[in-house]
């Protein structure tokens, strides 16, 4: 299994970055995907799900109207577009595969986003 996460980079802010995640390994389509992000000296947070029809998508409050997950499962991606960008929103980006939008048993390596003038 492998989640392979890529878009990171430096931004500034009100800026946007595009994360991808291309998974293998496993039946993709069939799995909710979710992101997730860790600050330095805080513990990982969940930031955005969407079910594996992509019928259902979920977001933190703190990223609500202003990031958005979808998926393509003809490409076994996942995607989070992430716009007004704020300097709170920099964080190590992880990816992440499971059976509920609770529930995740694997996990990506993770992308680094810096938002900074």
């Known amino acids: 299994v492998q989640l392979v996460e890529s878009g990171g980079g430096l931004v500034q802010p009100g800026g946007s970055l595009r994360l991808s995640c291309a998974a293998s390994?496993?039946?993709?389509?069939?799995?909710?995907m979710g992101w997730f992000r860790q600050a330095p000296g805080k513990e990982r947070e969940f930031v955005a799900a969407?079910?594996?029809?992509?019928?259902?998508?979920y977001y933190v409050d703190s990223v609500k109207g202003r990031f958005t997950i979808s998926r393509d499962n003809a490409k076994n991606t996942v995607y989070l577009q992430m716009n007004s960008l704020k300097p709170e929103d920099t964080a190590v980006y992880y990816c992440?595969?499971?059976?509920?939008?609770?529930?995740?048993?694997?996990w990506g390596q993770g992308t680094q986003v810096t938002v900074s003038s």
């Open positions: 992440a595969a499971g059976a509920t939008a609770s529930t995740w048993y694997y």
């Open positions: 390994g496993f039946t993709f389509s069939s799995e909710h």
């Open positions: 969407i079910s594996w029809s992509a019928d259902n998508t």
